[in-house]
């Protein structure tokens, strides 16, 4: 049993920058990202494979976000740049085994909490 627990959600302006952070109780081959706009169904975002860092990338991120990690307590991290509003979410931090499969949504094997981002036009 994995835990992942995300942070760094908050109110930024357009163009503005976050970082989210996860922290995972265990060890996952996969990381990454899925977030939820409200009305809208979940995405993925991000994902980086731990033991190698090879990273996939959603087609909507244009270059904007790096995924990275890992770091102490196997912190992963989302660095946000240029936000838009079209980025106001829930971003959950989640685990499994296969970084494609994860950014299919087809495999998530743990979840987070999830923290929110929203950001203002």
């Known amino acids: 049993q994995v835990q992942v627990m995300e942070s760094g959600g908050e109110l930024v302006q357009e163009g503005g920058s976050l970082r989210l952070s996860c922290a995972a109780s265990g060890s996952s081959n996969c990381m990454g990202w899925i977030r939820q706009a409200p009305g809208k169904e979940r995405e993925a975002v991000a994902a980086?494979?731990?033991?190698?860092?090879?990273?996939y990338y959603a087609d909507f991120v244009e270059d904007r976000f790096t995924i990275s990690g890992p770091y102490a307590n196997n912190t992963v991290y989302l660095q946000m740049n240029n936000l838009n509003p079209e980025d106001t979410a829930t971003y959950y931090c989640a685990a499994g085994s296969f970084c494609p499969l994860l950014m299919k949504l087809s495999q998530v094997d743990y979840w987070g909490q999830g923290t929110q981002v929203t950001v203002s036009s």
């Open positions: 980086i494979y731990i033991a190698y860092g090879s990273t």
